[in-house]
């Protein structure tokens, strides 16, 4: 497991970004914009989409809501952003190790 660099700008973007879905979620004012983005991220970074997805179907069991895939693929880019400039240099995909 990588560890994360909680001085970086990826990381605080990061936080923003999950405080400011969860504003969005809690308000039921989810985006759902049909852009492309989200095929384009499963088809670029299938990593940090399916940890997206993992966190979207927690969503789902615990709220029985269902995340929109525009909130999915914003979500996707954060987290490739984690990945990508962990602070230990660990290659993509091995944030999920334990």
């Not at 880019?77 to 334990?98: A, D, P």
Request: net charge neutral; charged share 20%; aromatic share 14%.
């Amino acid at each position: 497991m990588c560890e994360l660099n909680t001085a970086s700008i990826h990381y605080n973007r990061f936080l923003i970004h999950v405080r400011y879905f969860a504003d969005r979620f809690f308000s039921n004012l989810l985006i759902d914009e049909a852009d492309g983005l989200y095929k384009q991220m499963w088809h670029l970074y299938p990593i940090e989409m399916g940890i997206a997805l993992r966190i979207a179907e927690y969503i789902m069991q615990t709220y029985q809501i269902k995340i929109p895939e525009s909130e999915l693929a914003y979500l996707g880019v954060h987290i490739n952003r984690l990945i990508q400039y962990s602070s230990n240099g660990t290659k993509k995909g091995q944030i999920l190790e334990k």
